[in-house]
């Protein structure tokens, strides 16, 4: 089952006071970073999570994921990995439907940034099937993608972390710490995705009990 992860969730759809300031904050995100992580499966795994990526020669699941600016999710799920990047995003979002249903059409679009994996006109069509206001709450974007002339310029070369998409990199790699998503150990696909979601809340807990 996908999870929402975020706060603005609530029947207060524009704005929350601060208790410690008394500002107005704004409840809803403007920029989703989307991505995915094909993933090797174990011995454990059942047939409902065997999948072959060819793009990524990866024999097992793949996992979506939507993070804020601060690299946390917003939605996770996991597919088999022979599922595309696309397909993988229209579930995502479909799961989580109820958040952009809610979210009002006054105030800014949330951007959704993608990488060149994606194809933003067939997103669009998709998810129109499914929620047919969705475009105007929300919008697709393709990160830059720098020349083998600018990496030369800047005395770069291989890969070269995108502004912003540098985010979810970080997100997955703070994955890869937890020994338990190095590979897919799990039976089932929602186990998998229960098994993220514990680890983002692992980091979010240990960020509010640090000392100030």
């Known amino acids: 089952m996908a999870l929402c992860w975020s706060t603005r969730q609530t029947d207060e759809h524009l704005t929350r006071s601060s208790t410690r300031t008394g500002e107005k904050k704004a409840?809803?995100?403007?920029?989703?970073?989307?991505?995915?992580?094909?993933?090797?499966?174990?011995?454990?795994?059942?047939?409902?999570?065997?999948?072959?990526?060819?793009?990524?020669?990866?024999?097992?699941?793949?996992?979506?994921?939507?993070?804020?600016?601060?690299?946390f999710p917003f939605f996770t799920?996991?597919?088999?990995?022979?599922?595309?990047?696309?397909?993988?995003?229209?579930?995502?979002?479909?799961?989580?439907?109820?958040?952009?249903?809610?979210?009002?059409?006054?105030?800014?679009?949330?951007?959704?940034?993608?990488?060149?994996?994606?194809?933003?006109?067939?997103?669009?069509?998709?998810?129109?099937?499914?929620?047919?206001?969705?475009?105007?709450?929300?919008?697709?974007?393709?990160?830059?993608?720098?020349?083998?002339?600018?990496?030369?310029?800047q005395g770069k070369s291989g890969f070269v972390p995108v502004a912003a998409r540098w985010v979810i990199e970080r997100s997955n790699a703070w994955m890869e710490r937890c020994k338990i998503l190095v590979k897919n150990f799990e039976r089932t696909l929602a186990n998998a995705t229960a098994k993220v979601n514990l680890c983002f809340i692992r980091l979010m807990v240990k960020r509010l009990a640090a000392p100030s």
């Open 27 to 71: 409840k809803w995100t403007t920029l989703l970073i989307i991505d995915s992580q094909a993933v090797k499966n174990t011995c454990n795994a059942s047939a409902e999570s065997k999948g072959y990526c060819f793009y990524k020669s990866t024999n097992g699941i793949k996992r979506h994921l939507a993070v804020d600016t601060l690299g």
């Open 77 to 153: 799920h996991c597919t088999k990995a022979n599922v595309s990047d696309d397909r993988g995003l229209i579930e995502m979002l479909t799961k989580n439907i109820d958040y952009f249903k809610s979210k009002p059409v006054n105030i800014p679009k949330i951007t959704i940034l993608l990488d060149h994996g994606y194809h933003p006109e067939h997103l669009k069509e998709e998810l129109e099937k499914v929620y047919p206001q969705i475009m105007t709450k929300i919008r697709f974007e393709l990160s830059a993608k720098p020349s083998k002339q600018e990496k030369k310029d």
